[in-house]
Antibody, heavy 126, light 108 residues
């Protein structure tokens, strides 16, 4: 079965860069039907989409975070990564990686977050 | 503040039916498919409904989805205590994916 697993530091200092990796198993990350996405959830709050990448390097980011976000894919390792720069306490959250199935043809666009990692808590604090 | 509006909470007794609404606009729900996610306490979200009304393998038919215009609805029948969770709608909004603010379901 398909599994996604987040990894990275659980504590990041303010103004530094948050870096997380998602390792995908059970499906090739080069499958043409998926975007690879990051979502975060502050404690007690809802889901916030951070952005996505396909394996060609085409990316889309949440405008609210765009200036600080980079998402990249490493096909050789079947992994994708998130970098979020200049973090503050407001970036403290559980970060999820996800595989997003999509279909885009003939003016019809479909997407849904099919696979999710278990999530990893990142705290921004000195 | 999410562009998709959900009620913060709903509640019903075991065995009863509940509906959760998700209201958007023409830029999101009105022109795109809606999906729904269930997040049990302390766990990651799980896909519940996709393409407005389709259920992934393993999701019981007690869960249903519908869409009309710029709104979507999740229905749950035969409520069980195990259905207590947060539920989120999601869709594409032109240049970004977006989720509703979430609805906490309490099974009394």
């Amino acid at each position: 079965q398909v599994q996604l697993q987040e990894s990275g530091p659980g504590l990041v200092k303010p103004s530094q860069t948050l870096s997380l990796t998602c390792t995908v198993s059970g499906v090739s990350i080069t499958s043409g039907s998926y975007y690879w996405s990051w979502i975060r959830q502050p404690a007690g709050k809802g889901l916030e989409w951070i952005g996505r990448s396909d394996t060609s390097g085409s990316t889309n980011y949440n405008p609210a975070l765009k200036s600080r976000v980079t998402i990249s894919v490493d096909t050789s390792k079947n992994q994708f990564s998130l970098n979020l720069s200049s973090v503050t306490a407001a970036d403290t959250a559980v970060y999820y990686c996800a595989g997003v199935y999509f279909y885009d043809a003939y003016g019809d666009y479909l997407e849904y977050f099919q696979y999710w990692g278990q999530g990893t808590l990142v705290t921004v604090s000195s | 503040q999410s562009v998709l509006t959900q009620p913060p909470s709903v509640s019903a007794a075991p065995g009863q039916k509940v509906t959760i609404s998700c209201s958007g606009s023409s830029s999101n729900i009105g022109n795109n498919y809606v999906s729904w996610y269930q997040q049990l306490p302390g766990t990651a979200p799980k896909l519940l409904i996709y393409e407005n009304n389709k259920r992934p393998s393993g999701i019981p038919d007690r869960f249903s989805g519908s869409k009309s215009g710029t709104s979507a609805t999740l229905g749950i029948t035969g409520l069980q205590t195990g259905d207590e969770a947060d539920y989120y709608c999601g869709t594409w909004d032109g240049s970004l994916s977006t989720f509703g603010g979430g609805t906490k379901l309490t099974v009394l």
